[in-house]
């Protein structure tokens, strides 16, 4: 019985830790009018910004949120930040990891 709930903890705690991120950036990210969506997968987190929502340094707070709900929630980077606008044109892409830390 015992080796069962281990095996479903395991199994579980990745699922949990994903959830955790996803509210984390959700209840963080969806307070912004300058962030319309984002998604992510271990290759690349997508930010869609509107840039005519966005108010001075909203955007380059809007991805040290980003990093900062990483960090906070021991969650593996994505190998690249990606940015958009609204239009789905490219605004800018580089390593995640290049993104300042707010954690000392």
């Not at 997508?46 to 040290?64: F, R």
Request: proline share 5%; aromatic share 12%.
């Amino acid at each position: 019985m015992k080796i069962i709930f281990i095996s479903v903890a395991i199994l579980l705690f990745p699922i949990l830790s994903i959830a955790g991120l996803d509210k984390d950036l959700n209840d963080n990210l969806s307070k912004s009018r300058c962030v319309q969506s984002w998604k992510y997968d271990r290759s690349a987190f997508k930010l869609y910004l509107n840039p005519y929502a966005c108010k001075e340094n909203e955007s380059s707070a809007a991805i040290l949120t980003v990093r900062y709900m990483f960090e906070s929630n021991n969650h593996t980077f994505p190998e690249r930040i990606k940015i958009y606008n609204s239009a789905g044109e490219d605004m800018g892409s580089y390593p995640f990891e290049n993104i300042p830390s707010l954690v000392k």
